[in-house]
């Protein structure tokens, strides 16, 4: 199918899309990498009368390293996190979730702004996010405001924004020192949105589990974190007994849905092998490197 009429606006600013969108009356939506939008407006799940096309704006794509945080534009393109050697270094969890998202090619136009704001309940930076302890900046005809990711993601395809909001920036706090990570995902194919995936970091300090932070995708509405897991971990160095109590904390928080490609059994299942596995590359890494 082909989408219905629209009209089109090439936004040079952010108050050129702020203005196109508060003065369409709810009526517009922003386009960016177009690859989950142009489906929705083929299949006319959505028929917007104007898209503001936001990827002509000057310095909203970027990736910059500051002493505490790293801030991304959220024009940034999946491929761009993926290859970015600030996000290798400091948030190597990132660039390897990012080898999940999709194909090279959606890699190559979908964006992180984008990815975020569609909220899809199966996809990777959503989770990345939660797990990040993401600050997410927004712009709207009344100035400028911060949402945390925690507060973020309301419901399925969901987020706190409203119409006439851009989402502008990313802002993801560096991470504890001697911090590993894992991640683990499994999805029918390569580049298929995933059936369950799970991302971990463990900082350690003198052999014990300083901080765990879990989040989990596929497997409920939203990304989200499994705080009672995570507080299980903490305080002590990982065991096999720790591990499986773990497994099951993971297993006891998800909610999810049976659908075409899999059972809510099985996709709660895997959200425990997986966190097992995920937890114990994270601690695996977070472990002094032999001299
Ligand atoms: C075949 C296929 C497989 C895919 N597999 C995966 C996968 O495995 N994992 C995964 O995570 N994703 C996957 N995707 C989705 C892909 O990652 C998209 O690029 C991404 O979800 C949306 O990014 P976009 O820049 O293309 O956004 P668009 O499609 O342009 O926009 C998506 C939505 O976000 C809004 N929006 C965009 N930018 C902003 C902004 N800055 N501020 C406010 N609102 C904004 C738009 O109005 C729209 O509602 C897949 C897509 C396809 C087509």
Excluded: C
């Excluded at 990711?149 to 006439?164: K, M, P, S, Y």
């Excluded at 920036?169 to 995902?185: A, D, Q, R, S, Y």
Aim: charged residues 20%; glycine residues 8%.
């Amino acid at each position: 199918m082909k989408p219905a009429a629209f009209d089109y606006v090439l936004a040079d600013s952010i108050e050129m899309v702020v203005r196109s969108l508060a003065d369409s009356g709810g009526d517009a939506k922003i386009i960016a990498g177009g690859q989950s939008l142009v489906p929705m407006l083929n299949f006319r799940l959505l028929r917007p009368s104007i898209l503001v096309d936001i990827n002509r704006i000057p310095g909203l794509a970027f990736i910059e390293e500051g002493d505490r945080a790293i801030r991304i534009g959220a024009l940034t393109r999946h491929h761009q996190l993926e290859t970015s050697p600030v996000i290798a270094k400091h948030l190597p969890v990132l660039s390897a979730a990012m080898t999940h998202v999709a194909h090279l090619a959606i890699r190559n136009r979908g964006t992180i702004g984008g990815s975020l704001s569609h909220a899809d309940p199966a996809a990777e930076l959503p989770m990345m996010a939660r797990l990040l302890d993401a600050e997410l900046q927004v712009a709207s005809r009344s100035g400028r405001r911060t949402i945390k990711a925690r507060d973020f993601f309301l419901d399925a395809l969901t987020v706190d924004l409203g119409d006439d909001d851009i989402l502008t920036e990313i802002v993801l706090p560096k991470l504890p020192p001697n911090t590993g990570w894992g991640f683990e995902e499994v999805s029918r194919r390569s580049g298929d949105f995933a059936l369950a995936a799970v991302a971990v970091t463990l900082a350690v300090s003198g052999g014990a589990i300083a901080e765990a932070r879990i989040a989990l995708t596929g497997i409920g509405a939203t990304a989200k974190r499994a705080a009672e897991a995570e507080s299980l971990l903490v305080g002590l160095p990982l065991d096999p007994k720790v591990l499986e109590q773990v497994i099951g904390a993971v297993r006891g928080n998800v909610e999810p849905n049976t659908d075409l490609h899999a059972s809510a059994d099985y996709r709660r299942h895997l959200a425990g092998v997986l966190a097992g596995r995920a937890v114990t590359a994270a601690w695996r890494r977070a472990q002094p490197v032999a001299p």
